[in-house]
């Protein structure tokens, strides 16, 4: 019941502080968002004269004197500190070879695994297609570090991993993990939710990882709806009384398998 | 016989009923359809992503790379599938034509592909896949200053024509036909392609970068429409 209070109480904050001061435009690139030296331009604009353009497709965010472009599509581009879910690629003398979805190669050393390794197979650690959660440590030029070592940090077990549009993430996780905790609750799930928009969640049933899937879909489908904590949170009581709609999409996913 | 009328009844300065729709290929980072009447061209763009082989890494920006086919059966006589001489030399002016508009200098080692695919072809087949891949690179997410927009202006006889169509290109009375694909950068004005294909004086050639201006324009706010009215994926 606390727990639920609390869930509340964050909802109410991510609706406060999520209320954007000015409506947020769509803007297209090249397009003029502002004139006149008031303003300044902040992530993916650009001032050319008096004006300040937009460099990428995506909603143009006014705080303050401060332009910046929120963008809607694209790659996964890492920052330092930013917790990922990749697939290994290849396994070297001296560490993995991951694939985490961003323009470059991204590497994990063996000295950052978490576990004692046997230097002879490290495939005995991670091997060839397993799924791990990693933090970036470092975006240098050739390429993306890796490290296995943290909590919750390390190979994937069981369960299931969806993908998402990367820029929907932060919605996804909500104001202080407000949605994700949200989802986690009602679904019975553990999710984990990389930066990269590669989703991990695993749950007792495969109903309950479904309806989690279900979730986050919505999340995501939704994403530029106000109030969205209230709503999803609607929405999943409202679906989880009739878990109709479920157990139909399992039926017809086993349908398609048979057909297969 | 002078060349009064044009075939399909437009007018000289008229262009052909366009079609735009962005978001047409769910798998990839970005993609558009662009069609001027009945020419029809797809782009997919994929990236910034790893550039193999290694050597056409660039260690001090990112790439683009461009690939432009026919599909065999967009034309009246069957095309034998797979690259040309002429299907290289139009990726590589699309390449060209697009590389002024974008902002991928940070994107070291990496690569942005386009892959324009024309489904149906009745001329200004490479007009229509510049302003297919330029929604598509704005689709996908691809820093860039400006929008890319593409027309083919001809000189048919002494007419100065926007928008050609294959029965015009093909005329031969008079002066003969002069096709003239141009590309604009949509906010500077500036030219990133021109190629001339016929015989044309230095007035109509100017003539006929007026027109071409004035028709981009209008495809310009197509495109920042068909931008505007995506529901994000």
């Known amino acids: ?260 | 016989m002078a060349y009064t009328k044009r075939p399909d009844g437009r007018k000289f300065d008229e262009l052909r009923k366009i079609r735009a729709q962005v978001g047409v290929i769910p798998r990839a980072d970005g993609s558009a359809l662009f069609a001027f009447g009945d020419t029809i061209a797809i782009a997919a763009v994929y990236g910034p992503k790893p550039l193999h082989p290694q050597h056409l890494q660039n260690p001090e920006k990112g790439v683009l790379r461009v690939n432009y086919d026919m599909l065999s059966f967009s034309v009246t006589e069957r095309k034998k599938p797979g690259p040309s001489r002429r299907s290289q030399e139009i990726s590589k002016v699309t390449e060209w034509a697009l590389a002024p508009a974008l902002q991928i200098n940070n994107f070291q080692n990496t690569v942005v592909d386009v892959h324009i695919t024309i489904l149906q072809a009745n001329a200004s087949t490479r007009c229509a896949g510049i302003n297919a891949a330029s929604l598509a690179l704005a689709h996908a997410g691809i820093p860039m200053v400006d929008l890319v927009s593409a027309v083919s202006i001809g000189k048919i006889d002494d007419k100065i024509v926007t928008d050609l169509i294959k029965e015009e290109e093909d005329y031969e009375d008079g002066e003969g036909a002069t096709d003239i694909p141009l590309a604009f950068l949509s906010k500077s004005g500036g030219i990133t392609l021109m190629q001339l294909d016929g015989r044309t004086s230095t007035k109509k050639l100017k003539e006929a970068i007026e027109a071409g201006r004035a028709a981009c324009k209008e495809i310009y706010e197509l495109q920042k429409k068909v931008l505007k009215e995506i529901q994000e994926k």
Do not use: H
């Not at chain 1, 917790?83 to 190669?105: C, E, H, Q, R, S």
């Not at chain 1, 490290?147 to 202080?176: D, F, H, Q, W, Y």
């Not at chain 1, 969640?201 to 309950?208: C, L, N, Q, T």
């Open chain 1, 1 to 260: 019941m606390i727990a639920r209070q609390e869930t509340e109480e964050a909802i109410e904050e991510f609706e406060q502080g999520d209320e954007p001061k000015e409506k947020r435009e769509l803007v297209i690139p090249g397009e003029v968002i502002a004139t006149g030296n008031d303003y300044l331009p902040g992530d993916w604009a650009k001032r050319d004269g008096q004006d300040i353009i937009a460099l990428r497709f995506g909603l143009a965010d006014k705080s303050g004197r401060l332009i910046k472009i929120i963008p809607l599509s694209g790659t996964y581009i890492p920052r330092k500190g930013n917790v990922v879910i990749g697939k290994v690629l290849d396994i070297t003398f001296n560490g993995w070879i991951m694939d985490i979805d961003a323009p470059y190669p991204s590497f994990l050393p063996l000295i950052e695994c978490s576990k004692f390794v046997n230097k002879n197979d490290l495939s005995e650690c991670y091997d060839i297609g397993d799924m791990l959660a990693v933090k970036v440590l470092g975006v240098k030029r050739k390429g993306i570090d890796l490290t296995a070592r943290g909590k919750n940090l390390g190979k994937l077990e069981e369960g299931m991993i969806i993908k998402i549009n990367s820029n929907k993430v932060p919605r996804v996780i909500g104001k202080e993990g407000s949605m994700i905790n949200l989802i986690k609750k009602e679904s019975n799930c553990d999710i984990t939710v990389g930066q990269n928009g590669i989703i991990w969640i695993r749950g007792e049933k495969v109903e309950d990882e479904l309806f989690a899937e279900k979730a986050i879909l919505f999340v995501t489908e939704k994403s530029f709806i106000e109030g969205l904590t209230k709503k999803t949170k609607d929405w999943l009581e409202e679906t989880k009384n009739n878990p109709k709609d479920i157990k139909e999409d399992k039926a017809d996913k086993k349908k398609a398998k048979e057909a297969k």
